[in-house]
């Protein structure tokens, strides 16, 4: 199975500041007939499911802010917030589907400083 | 609007076994992979299986492999997880997700809300 390693496990910034997750993978998750990176972002705040931010990597999907970015290759990602707002309190998870089983890190706790 | 509603979760002893439904609306069922997810309390998210568009292909976690069926009724846009012989690792909030891809498994746009699933004496 690939493991997925996000760190930090939690990260308190103030508003307005950018906060860095990084995920790293056991294996590269970029498939070379497609020079894909098979990665994705998710944000879930308490009490909801998981809501997809990103997918291949860097594409952001419908309605995610565009303070929100994504980035990497092969086995290492970012995912950064520009500039951090209230809402964006929340655990935020990467996730491969390069292989099965389809594999997540163990999630990065974002609060307000 | 995309809505996924799962029902059937509860508390079962160990050993035991449930039935988890998801009723799909407001797309084309039958066009997406559709997969299970669950999350215990505390942790991060767990795929558990996903099942192609027309039934066809199956894939499971290891950890469920044998004790776990998923199924699909395209006719009733609905997807269901059999689970038998239920352990206590198995509690969880299970979740019904539809893969964004038609061809790629593994991303998943729309969730629903959960069912909780207790596996306990």
């Known amino acids: 199975d690939i493991v997925m390693t996000q760190s930090p496990d939690s990260l308190a910034v103030s508003l307005g500041e950018r906060a860095t997750i990084n995920c790293k993978s056991s294996q590269s998750v970029l498939y070379s007939s497609n020079n894909k990176n098979y990665l994705a972002w998710y944000q879930q705040k308490p009490g909801q499911p998981p809501n997809l931010l990103f997918y291949w990597a860097s594409t952001r999907e419908s309605g995610v802010p565009d303070r929100f970015s994504a980035s990497g290759s092969g086995t290492d990602f970012t995912l950064t917030i520009s500039s951090l707002q209230a809402e964006d309190v929340a655990v935020y998870y990467c996730q491969q589907y390069y292989g099965t089983p389809q594999t997540f890190g163990q999630g990065t706790k974002v609060e307000i400083k | 609007e995309v809505q996924l509603v799962e029902s059937g979760g509860g508390l079962v002893q160990p050993g035991g076994s449930l039935r988890l439904s998801c009723a799909a609306s407001g797309f084309t069922f039958s066009s997406h992979w559709m997969s299970w997810v669950r999350q215990a309390p505390g942790k991060g998210p767990e795929w558990v299986a996903n099942v192609r568009q027309d039934g066809s292909e199956k894939f499971y976690v290891d950890s469920v492999k044998g004790r776990f069926t998923i199924s699909r009724d395209n006719a009733k846009n609905s997807l269901y997880l059999q689970m038998n012989s239920l352990r206590a690792e198995d509690t969880s909030v299970y979740y019904c997700?539809?893969?964004?891809?038609?061809?790629?498994?593994?991303?998943?746009?729309?969730w629903g809300q959960g069912t909780l699933v207790s596996v306990s004496s």
């Open positions: 997700a539809r893969d964004i891809f038609p061809m790629v498994r593994g991303v998943f746009d729309y």
